[in-house]
């Protein structure tokens, strides 16, 4: 089991940059495929970025691609997520997930793990 808390959200204004921190608890958390998904006001919560256990491999929703990057530093049990760019459309609630999967996965379901979520609102 792992439980995961979040960090670094706030009000940003458009092309701000924000980087997000996820921190794990338990000592296996190299066993795990991180993955961060975000979900704003009325909509589901969709993929925005997945990292294999090792951080050999990374995945992104084609909406922030060039613009995000995900890592992971399995010696201080944290996962990141570095936001450039910025944009409206990127206001949201944006939550890191464990999965028990080899692969990454892109959708909410197979992810075990969640963390209570940190606010990210980009300004125009």
């Known amino acids: 089991q792992v439980q995961l808390v979040e960090f670094g959200g706030g009000l940003v204004q458009a092309g701000d940059s924000l980087r997000l921190s996820c921190a794990a608890s338990?000592?296996?958390?190299?066993?795990?495929?991180m993955g961060w998904f975000r979900q704003a006001p009325g909509k589901e919560r969709e993929f925005v970025a997945g990292?294999?256990?090792?951080?050999?491999?990374?995945y992104y929703a084609d909406s922030v691609k060039g613009r995000f990057t995900i890592s992971r530093d399995n010696a201080k049990n944290t996962v990141y997520l570095q936001m450039n760019s910025l944009k409206p459309e990127d206001t949201a609630g944006y939550y890191c997930g464990a999965a028990s999967t080899i692969s990454v996965p892109t959708t909410s379901q197979r992810y075990a793990y969640w963390g209570q979520g940190t606010q990210v609102t980009v300004s125009s």
């Open positions: 990292i294999s256990r090792s951080g050999g491999g990374t």
């Open positions: 338990g000592r296996t958390f190299s066993s795990y495929t």
